[in-house]
């Protein structure tokens, strides 16, 4: 383990106002006096301590089963929005005054430990969270726990019981056996589930913060629990029972081993399990690490003094607040606080998010407990080796058969499980293996291909939500952390010698990007807010980001990707398909869209002012991140700046005050060089351009979100052009605008432009910079352009409908193009002349067809006047327009492979319509759908 492992992240630290309001609520539940006395007759009924020769021995009433049976019925009856008789057996400690005294007085009889432990679940069970008391029934627990962690015989006791129950043959065992197997499990998952007593601090005399000590025995209750859970060889027989599933009695607790692994493995990181310093080294390692930033700081203080006795002196920040000594030996004064004003303390906002992260304290404490570290080490090499396989096999059947039994934290704990032994597989590599061949062996359940289904499937379904209420928040982060170690693991099969373990990883990485990875990448970022999340799950978001994006950089070079879109053809009949863009249930004929991949797009999709922001708030705290975090903050702004060309949303007064501290920091030139050289490469772009438009200092102060606004800053406005106004409105050409005269261009499109929007306008419509992108997907179009064409097609109203609008609009100028080549070549050559030549034509190929079906007919000119025709370009044209095929490269007879009766038709309505040809009309731009009255003439391409 190295310090910079260290995970910065939000303490839970209980406010003393919050308090007293949650008990005062509290105080209004309670429990009638009959009631009361009723639960005390149960639990005095059960026995008592009796002294016998100085040694105290509990002794059990006759009755006891009959009084833990009826103990048990109440709390199971009652309610969990009110749990009053738990939080009362919780003040009397029934758990180490009773029920365990119980168990260890009498290790052998069966049925007693049945029932107390079914008591014991009972009251280790969470509490419901809309509970008031939630607080203080969470304090019951962890004494629950310290309990069973401080007395010698219970665990082994309820240990003994489960070994007598696995050793019995399966044909053997009775239903009383499979019930006390699933009543240990569960109790060790529940006490397992119990977290730690965070750190709190009290309020002391003329407003000195001091540590509350009264609990310090309960800050590392699970670091202990899990020496006694080893000790007592619990940790081996979960990983005995998960090695086969096919028993009913061990199948249906797949979920409950799942947890209990993710909680007992919650608090080590895989890196560490393998490092081999020892605990003293990492101790001394954290201690220069904090001597080292208390010289840093020393540095920075002022060291100006007033040789002329003055009794003030002003320091530099430390921790936020600039302070002034009055002398040495009086108080402090803050800056911002008003003399004699009463101090109230702003509480901490809790993750109410529910953050993946452990508890602070027992990450510090498992990371110099060597003893516990190897300890756990040797648990995880059992469940990799033993159990790992059947257990995922056995929870991915209940996901994909969609069991009732699943709840919200399984998919948590299903990535959780597979993201850890992911790390813990490429750090055992690392730190074992002498060759460049990793064995995946023993993880190989992962890289089903249904499995990274199942995950990407679960990601879309959850980025449908439009509420922040209906986020799961802890579930996305679990994911992310999976598919961040599958990216990896997928690298580093890369890098293996063997070309079997090459193959494989191109598998799986033909996989992952047919999906739209950089859309998961981007919606991410909407699930991390500052103050509420902790800052571990924005650094997983970027790793996760980075990693991504590094992959498809390297496996898409040279290559012409294809991406499924998460939009789908639904095939009702044959050769009818409806198109839906949304669909949850999808059907075995279910077929999505595609569109090819472009790097630079995906990556487009990033540079987005909300996730700039993100990544600024990580570069602003570069000092207390990892080394690792600070890399890929850099890599992605350098991206942005050099091969995306958007320095310019850089230009923000917030961000320009990061980047001068960071050039301020006399350290950071020397000790984070990449965050400097950084800071100054943006800097220096920020004042060339401020030569160039002077007024660039007042626009920092706006977010600028738009392309088009943005040219407009950086070109000074010199090269905007402003139209009259029409009725109230601006008139804005679509088109390029070559001239002072301002002279309107027609704007021709491709069948195949008009295909790329509504192939990819769905993939981009959600973005503020939507026709920037599609702009750059194709050539010579601006934004402006593009926004018209959208709106010509009806994009908004699906692609459908923008197909059929597409149709027919091809449709009627195929027939305008037609109608004009007939009118050329009539009055070059005659309309008698060229409408006998065609019919000849076609009169041959009849005489062809009754010889040979369905075979191209080559026409060969014979006579001078045919001869003549066929030479001239307009003549050419014409035939072109009805039908016929020109010579393909290397022929030079012209060709018909249709039915004749199809050119007879189109030629008909040429002769027959008298319809003046008119010029493709221009499509009118309405300047009410946009809220920008300027349009740059040569709009950048940068990809943004």
């Known amino acids: ?67 833990l049976k009826e103990l048990y019925k109440l709390l199971r009856n009652e309610n969990p929005d009110s749990p009053l008789k738990r939080l009362e057996l919780g003040e009397w400690n029934v758990v180490e005054s009773d029920l365990l005294k119980l168990l260890i007085s009498y290790p052998e009889d069966r049925q007693l430990a049945f029932y107390t432990i079914i008591v014991l679940v009972s009251l280790t069970e969470k509490p419901y969270k809309g509970f008031t008391g939630i607080a203080k029934y969470t304090e019951y627990l962890q004494n629950y726990k310290l309990s069973f962690i401080t007395s010698k015989e219970a665990v082994k006791v309820i240990i003994n019981h489960l070994a007598e129950c696995l050793s019995k043959p399966i044909e053997v065992r009775n239903e009383q056996h499979d019930q006390m197997l699933e009543l240990i499990t569960y109790l060790f998952r529940n006490l397992l589930s119990i977290p730690d007593k965070t750190p709190q601090f009290i309020k002391a005399t003329k407003g000195v913060a001091i540590y509350n000590t009264r609990d310090d025995s309960m800050k590392d209750l699970q670091r202990r629990f899990l020496h006694k859970l080893s000790d007592e060889s619990s940790l081996d027989a979960f990983v005995y029972m998960c090695q086969d599933f096919t028993p009913t009695s061990i199948g249906k607790l797949n979920l409950c081993f799942l947890e209990i692994f993710c909680h007992a493995l919650a ?99 498992a990371r110099v407990d060597k003893i516990l570290i190897n300890k756990m080490k040797n648990f995880a090499n059992d469940v990799l080796e033993h159990c790992f396989a059947p257990l995922l096999e056995s929870i991915f059947t209940e996901f994909y058969k969609e069991s009732q039994r699943l709840e919200d934290y399984d998919i948590t704990n299903y990535f959780i499980f597979q993201a850890f032994f992911i790390e813990y597989v490429r750090y ?40 922040r209420k209906e986020f799961k928040t802890r579930e996305v982060h679990a994911s992310i952390k999976f598919c961040t170690q599958y990216l990896y693991i997928i690298r580093d099969m890369q890098g293996s010698a063997s070309d079997t373990t090459k193959r494989n990883a191109q598998i799986l990485l033909q996989t992952v990007y047919y999906r739209e990875m950089s859309i998961l990448c981007r919606k991410s970022f909407e699930y991390w807010r500052a103050g509420i999340n902790d800052k571990e799950f924005l650094e997983d978001i970027v790793e996760f980001t980075h990693i991504t994006f590094k992959l498809l950089d390297d496996y898409s070079k040279g290559k012409a990707l294809t991406v499924r879109t998460e939009r789908v053809l639904k095939t009702k009949k044959p050769n009818d398909d409806e198109e ?86 006399r350290l950071a030139q020397i000790r984070y060089k990449d965050i400097y050289d950084l800071s100054l490469t943006i800097v220096e772009k920020f004042f060339v351009l401020f030569k160039k438009n002077t007024l660039l200092p007042v626009e920092a102060l706006f977010r600028v979100k738009e392309k088009k606004i943005k040219n407009m800053i950086i070109s000074n406005y010199e090269d905007e052009d402003v139209y009259e106004l029409q009725n109230g409105m601006v008139d804005i050409d679509i088109g390029d605008i070559e001239d002072e005269d301002k002279v309107r261009q027609k704007v021709k499109w491709t069948k195949e432009e008009d295909m790329i929007l509504i192939e990819n306008y769905g993939t981009f419509k959600d973005m503020s910079s939507v026709y920037d992108l599609l702009a750059n997907l194709i050539e010579g179009k601006t934004p402006m352009q593009i926004m018209k064409r959208t709106k010509f097609l009806k994009l908004d109203k699906g692609v459908e409908k923008a197909r059929q609008i597409l149709q027919g609009a091809y449709t009627d100028e195929t027939f305008r193009n037609l109608f004009q080549d007939a009118k050329d070549v009539f009055e070059k050559h005659g309309k008698t002349t060229v409408i006998q030549e065609i019919h000849k034509i076609l009169d041959d190929y009849s005489e062809f067809l009754k010889l040979f079906t369905n075979e191209e007919f080559a026409i060969v000119p014979i006579e001078e006047e045919t001869f003549g025709l066929f030479s001239d370009q307009m003549f050419c044209n014409f035939l072109l327009a009805l039908g016929f095929c020109q010579p393909r490269q290397g022929e030079w007879c012209w060709r018909l492979n249709v039915n004749p009766q199809e050119i007879l038709q189109k030629l008909n309505e040429v002769t027959s319509n008298e319809t003046q040809i008119d010029d493709e009309e221009e499509e009118q731009y309405n300047p009410q759908t946009s809220q920008n009255l300027f349009m740059t003439k040569n709009p950048e391409s940068a990809n943004v």
Not at 596 to 624: C, G, P, T, V, W
Request: glycine share 2%.
């Open 580 to 665: 839906n863009e949304e669909m949850d249930e999808e059907p075995e004929d279910t077929k999505y869209q595609e569109r090819q991949l472009n790097f630079n797009i995906e990556f487009s999709l990033l540079i987005d002012a909300d996730i700039i922001s993100k990544y600024m708030f990580l570069l602003q705290r570069y000092k207390d991140a990892r080394e690792e975090v600070n890399s890929w903050v850099v890599a992605f702004i350098r991206k942005v700046v050099n091969e995306c060309e958007a320095d310019w949303i850089f230009f923000q007064l917030e961000y320009l005050q990061i980047f001068d501290e960071i050039l301020n920091d």
């Open 267 to 365: 608090s080590f990181k895989p890196k560490a399990m393998w490092n081999k310093d020892d605990g003293v080294s990492l101790l001394q390692s954290l201690r220069e690490k904090a001597l080292q930033q208390e010289r840093e700081r020393n540095r920075e203080l002022s060291t100006r003094h007033s040789k002329f006795g003055s009794s003030y002196k002003m320091t530099r920040a430390m921790d936020g607040v600039s302070l002034i000594y009055h002398n040495p030996f009086k108080e402090k004064i803050e800056l911002n606080k008003i003399p004699g004003q009463s101090s109230r303390s702003k509480p901490q906002r809790k993750d109410n998010m529910n953050s993946l992260t452990a508890n602070k304290n027992l990450q510090e404490l």
């Open 1 to 67: 383990m190295e310090a910079e492992e260290e995970e910065s992240q939000i303490l839970e630290v209980s406010h003393e106002q919050e308090d007293e309001e949650e008990e005062e609520k509290f105080e209004e539940l309670q429990l009638d006096p009959k009631e009361v006395n009723d639960l005390l007759f149960l639990v005095q009924s059960l026995g008592c301590t009796k002294t016998v020769g100085n040694i105290e021995t509990y002794v059990k009433s006759t009755e006891c089963i009959e009084f």
């Open 428 to 467: 055992k590599h690392y730190f074992e293996s002498k060759t460049l061949d990793i064995d995946v062996t023993p993880i190989c359940g992962i890289f089903q291909k249904m499995n990274f289904e199942y995950f990407y499937r679960n990601m879309i379904l959850e980025f449908k939500k439009t509420s």
